[in-house]
């Protein structure tokens, strides 16, 4: 069974930053591209960026072009979310996903536990 593992969020202060970290297991990651998502409070879950497989391609939802970056280490199976410039309405459980499929049309079937990220004003 694949694992995904989030680590990396918290709380911090609003125009601050935080790398989240998502170690892969049980799957050839080098075959995968991976993305990112996160869910607020009260709101459904959305995508936030995706890589693929080599990490040369990339996309952002316009909310966090900027001030994020996503970015993955093949030799250690994980996947990075850099978070620069954070604001209140960044605050959400921020998920790791993957499955068959590209870096732009993926069919995500895996995914990670979350991370809660909550930035304060």
């Known amino acids: 069974q694949v694992q995904l593992v989030e680590s990396g969020g918290g709380v911090v202060q609003a125009g601050g930053s935080l790398r989240l970290s998502c170690a892969a297991s049980?799957?050839?990651?080098?075959?995968?591209?991976m993305a990112w998502f996160r869910q607020a409070p009260g709101k459904e879950r959305e995508f936030v960026a995706t890589i693929s497989q080599t990490g040369i391609s990339t996309n952002y939802a316009d909310s966090v072009k900027g001030r994020f970056t996503i970015s993955r280490d093949n030799a250690k199976n994980t996947l990075y979310l850099q978070m620069n410039s954070l604001k209140g309405e960044d605050t959400a459980v921020y998920f790791c996903?993957?499955?068959?499929?590209?870096?732009?049309?993926?069919?995500?079937?895996?995914w990670g536990q979350g991370t809660q990220v909550t930035v304060s004003s």
């Open positions: 996903a993957t499955g068959p499929g590209t870096w732009f049309k993926m069919n995500y079937i895996y």
């Open positions: 049980r799957l050839t990651f080098t075959n995968y591209a």
